[in-house]
């Protein structure tokens, strides 16, 4: 069973930066997109920013220029790197990948259990 385990959020200041990371683990045989996620509260979950295995990025129009999407495919783990953050950005982080496990048929998608950013003074 893939499991995908996140880290890195907290309670930050507006202005300040912070690092996600999602490690995808079990059984994996092939990762293709991965990204992150975000819910805040009484709003629908959005994309924020979304990685291809060859490293091709987008980004949500409202993280352009603050934030940074990366993978490391040998640790099967995708970062997200925020800098200038803001209060809008506070909400539920989570972390999503496209796995194939071994002995497996085609693709599914998975999701971590999530991670809270809060940006507040």
């Known amino acids: 069973q893939v499991q995908l385990v996140e880290s890195g959020g907290g309670l930050v200041q507006p202005g300040g930066s912070l690092r996600l990371s999602c490690a995808a683990s079990g059984g994996i045989f092939r990762l293709n997109d991965m990204g992150w996620y975000r819910q805040a509260p009484g709003k629908e979950r959005e994309l924020v920013a979304g990685?291809?295995?060859?490293?091709?990025?987008k980004y949500a129009d409202s993280v352009k220029g603050r934030f940074t999407i990366s993978r490391d495919n040998a640790r099967n783990t995708v970062y997200l790197q925020m800098n200038k953050l803001k209060p809008e950005d506070t909400g539920v982080y989570y972390c999503?990948?496209?796995?194939?496990?071994?002995?497996?048929?085609?693709?599914?998608?998975?999701w971590g259990q999530g991670t809270q950013v809060t940006v507040s003074s």
């Open positions: 999503n990948a496209q796995a194939q496990v071994y002995g497996g048929l085609r693709m599914y998608d998975y």
């Open positions: 990685t291809t295995n060859g490293g091709m990025a």
